[in-house]
């Protein structure tokens, strides 16, 4: 059985910094491009970042550029988002996600097999 564990979440001031990771089991991660997305009250899931499966390409959504960075650590089955510069709007639910080797769309939610619970983020202005 596959799953995925966010944990790192939780309130922050503007202008801070949180860390992410997303633990998976009952898969290999390296065989799977991870993403995270995000989801605020009211508002569809986001794509936010996506590693791909070997590691050598990563994407950003315009709104996080230059300032989360997503990595991975295929022996400890982990990945990770570093967030820094946080905004308020940045608030929200955040979720990691798996999918199958090479993903076409790697910011659409439809593209992705294995979802986890999330952890939430909260900025304060």
């Known amino acids: 059985q596959v799953q995925l564990v966010e944990s790192g979440g939780g309130l922050v001031q503007a202008g801070g910094s949180l860390r992410l990771s997303c633990t998976a089991s009952?898969?290999?991660?390296?065989?799977?491009?991870m993403g995270w997305f995000r989801q605020a009250p009211g508002k569809e899931r986001e794509g936010v970042s996506c590693?791909?499966?070997?590691?050598?390409?990563?994407y950003y959504a315009d709104s996080v550029k230059g300032r989360f960075t997503i990595s991975r650590d295929n022996a400890k089955n982990t990945v990770y988002l570093q967030m820094h510069s946080l905004k308020p709007e940045d608030t929200a639910m955040y979720y990691c996600?798996?999918?199958?080797?090479?993903?076409?769309?790697?910011?659409?939610?439809?593209?992705?097999?294995?979802w986890g619970q999330g952890t939430q983020v909260t900025v304060s202005s």
């Open positions: 996600a798996a999918a199958d080797g090479w993903v076409a769309s790697p910011l659409r939610a439809f593209a992705y097999k294995y």
């Open positions: 009952g898969l290999t991660l390296d065989d799977y491009a």
């Open positions: 590693i791909s499966w070997r590691g050598g390409t990563t």
